[in-house]
């Protein structure tokens, strides 16, 4: 491999400091998959599993303080405090360079230091951006080459340059309150300490693909999102590209994935990205998407051949799995398994654990790793160095209650506030309490690597480069009855969405025009084999007017925290919005 100076100058500095017994640079070959695996099994990092029915597939139990996003300990090092802006946590970066170098220090004494050259993105494409990150992590050097084109391919987009991303990190002792993700933006830097769970420790993911990369499309003019990407193909055989942002845990890798219902004939769905686009102006006017990731990293639990039966085809070989239950046959197991459950296994944690536990036997944010290649739907066109053309943006959520089963944006500008004003209830995905209505715009609230009020600032100015920007729609698959129960099949039958979708990017499907935006008239979605109730329908597609006049004010409250830097186009459609509640 042909390593350029700045490379190798700054991975001596990284392991002057770090003091590895040695330096493994990984060229993401076969074989080094084998030394890997082996190393981790002989370390007890990873178990083997049941090789006939899960060929080449392992299990990894993490740390028990250590399961999931710790959003709290995430830190945006911008030099000044106000480009962080309020929704992120924020370090000075002398603090946090001193800081960490203090817990870095000696970290890897005795270990191996692994270099894992990475790129985001087809090789070749304008799109694609190299990293290099520095572990002490053998699971993350495994999930890396799935994740990412890992190795000699990112090293040779790299040339002689020194523009690539420096990734930092050493589980160190696994300790919180020594435990830190830092981004430096204006260094193209990332520093991550004490956690070895995939969104701290994969820094090609969040903390690169994201938080790293939002701040740099900002200043080259592209859209770093937190987006799946599908291609719909119809009955004539066209295919519509779309776009969809999903805070985590909401459904994006089903969405993605999704197989539509047998009364759908001759539709399909081509999966390019389930979880990050990166989003850039085509000469066409029009924008153009790349999955800059090569593999997937999916949330486990809920996961069937009646919820997705392609990510059950793909999780069947060459798959990661992280804080799943084991089975005494060396299968795995989670709540909503195809299986009932098991009367013995082994819960996350290792412990024995049976039906009568009272505790899940899989963390409820438990993940597959697997290769994005190995999806039965995925799209000829998922590498394509050109990206795909998308038509529509979804901005999706989880409400209960007031937020309609789907509704288009009237403009680009009220698109992104409509983007701005996405809120959710919290899963999971990130430590903290789950089921708080909590504001997430653009399904980016952890992910901005930069104030987010000019986030959206930047959004609106897409609008100037895009001739022909994609059509805006807001959905909403988790509307629930006075009982709590869904209101709405959802899974393959959103595709009855995605077509209404599709017929308005096209200047059809019927709409009514609504205070929120269009929403679609009850005739509108296709119900060929629908088994929800006319008043269902209604009761999913109601505006509710009152509950709308008061989530203007909880809009409002979160508005003013960015004081000053709200962009006018986000003020102006407030505005209008409680204008048009307010009118008869
Ligand atoms: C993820 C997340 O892992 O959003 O994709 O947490
Ligand atoms: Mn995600």
């Given at each position: 491999m042909a390593i350029n100076e700045s490379a190798r100058r700054w991975v001596s500095d990284v392991a002057r400091t770090c003091r590895p017994a040695d330096v493994v640079w990984c060229d993401g070959s076969e074989a080094e998959r084998e030394r890997l695996l082996e190393a981790a099994v002989r370390v007890g990092d990873l178990i083997p599993l049941n090789q006939r029915e899960l060929r080449s597939c392992y299990l990894h139990r993490s740390a028990v303080?250590?399961?999931?996003?710790t959003e709290h300990l995430t830190f945006i090092c911008s030099r000044e405090k106000g480009d962080a802006g309020p929704t992120n946590n924020w370090m000075a970066p002398v603090e946090a360079y001193d800081r960490l170098t203090k817990i870095f220090a000696g970290s890897m004494e005795g270990r191996t230091m692994y270099v894992i050259p990475f790129l985001m993105g087809p090789p070749g494409s304008p799109f694609s951006k190299v990293g290099i990150q520095v572990t002490d992590s053998d699971y993350v050097v495994l999930n890396m080459r799935m994740m990412t084109r890992m190795g000699t391919v990112a090293l040779e987009q790299l040339g002689g340059s020194d523009s690539f991303t420096r990734g930092l990190h050493a589980k160190a002792d696994l300790n919180v309150d020594r435990r830190f993700i830092c981004h430096f933006p204006e260094d193209n830097t990332i520093w991550s300490v004490g956690s070895g769970y995939g969104g701290n420790a994969l820094l090609s993911k969040k903390c690169m693909a994201l938080r790293i990369a939002s701040h740099m499309g900002r200043r080259e003019g592209w859209l770093a999102e937190h987006m799946l990407i599908v291609g719909v193909e119809s009955p004539d055989g066209e295919i519509t590209y779309i776009c969809g942002a999903f805070p985590s845990a909401c459904g994006k890798t089903n969405l993605a994935m999704l197989i539509p219902p047998a009364?759908?004939?001759?539709w399909r769905v081509h999966t390019l990205g389930d979880d990050i686009a990166w989003l850039r102006v085509g000469p066409d006017g029009r924008l153009w998407a790349v999955n800059p990731e090569a593999g997937f990293f999916g949330v486990v639990p809920g996961t069937s051949s009646k919820t997705n039966p392609n990510a059950m085809a793909t999780i069947r070989k060459n798959t990661l799995y992280t804080n799943v239950a084991l089975r005494p046959d060396g299968t795995v197991w989670w709540e909503g398994h195809d299986d009932p459950p098991p009367p013995h296994a082994r819960d996350w944690r290792g412990r024995p654990w049976t039906?009568?536990?009272?505790?899940?036997?899989?963390?409820?944010?438990s993940r597959f790793t697997a290769p994005a290649s190995a999806c039965p739907s995925i799209s000829p066109e998922w590498q394509n160095p050109k990206g795909v053309p998308i038509s529509a943006i979804l901005f999706g959520a989880r409400r209960q209650t007031l937020v309609p089963l789907v509704y288009q944006a009237f403009s680009w500008q009220h698109g992104t506030f409509l983007g701005a004003t996405l809120s959710s209830e919290t899963t999971a995905a990130t430590t903290g309490a789950v089921g708080v209505v909590r504001r997430d715009p653009m399904a980016m609230l952890p992910f901005c690597g930069y104030n987010m009020a000019e986030y959206w600032g930047h959004w609106l100015a897409m609008e100037k480069r895009a001739s022909k920007p994609p059509k805006i729609f807001r959905v909403n698959w988790f509307r629930r009855d006075?009982?709590?129960?869904?209101?709405w099949p959802g899974y393959g039958e959103n595709l009855r969405i995605l077509k209404w979708v599709i017929e308005r990017c096209k200047g059809g499907g019927e709409a009514e025009k609504t205070p929120i935006g269009y929403v679609p008239t009850k005739s509108a979605l296709d119900r060929k084999g629908l088994t929800v109730s006319a008043d269902a329908l209604k009761e999913l597609l109601r505006v509710d007017r009152e509950g709308w006049r008061v989530n203007l004010r909880s809009q409002a409250e979160f508005f003013e925290k960015f004081g000053d830097r709200l962009p006018a186009g986000i003020r102006e459609e407030y505005e209008a919005l409680a204008r048009r509640l307010k009118a008869k």
């Open positions: 303080n250590d399961v999931a996003r009364s759908l004939k001759g039906p009568a536990s009272g505790e899940p036997a899989a963390h409820p944010n006075e009982k709590g129960k869904f209101l």
